[in-house]
């Protein structure tokens, strides 16, 4: 099933995640890997985790919001972790947890 767009919320700017395209997919995919591979050998830091998450943050907006500089956005760490869950969910890379909330922010 085709997942709805969602919102998500970096500092004070929202945006809307659509459904990802294929193009966005075969970018993400291979971070997703490299996390998957550092996770498995408890080499996954917060500093990489953060890092990666923001590559695909990066990736889910340019294609709506191209002009966004998504490295001046004021964003926690927290704005970071519920973008990029909403993000693996809209490519189907995730599941929304049973009872998780993965609407709007």
Request: glycine share 4%.
């Amino acid at each position: 099933m085709r997942p709805e767009s969602k919102k998500i919320t970096l500092g004070s700017s929202e945006f809307t995640i659509n459904p990802l395209t294929l193009r966005q997919l075969q970018a993400i995919l291979p971070i997703t890997d490299e996390i998957n591979e550092l996770n498995k050998d408890n080499k996954v830091t917060t500093t990489i985790m953060i890092e990666e998450a923001i590559k695909v943050i990066k990736i889910a907006l340019g294609r709506d919001y191209h002009e966004v500089a998504v490295d001046d956005l004021e964003m926690t760490p927290a704005d970071i972790n519920k973008a990029f869950r909403i993000i693996l969910v809209q490519g189907g890379l995730a599941e929304a947890a049973p009872g998780e909330t993965v609407a709007a922010l």
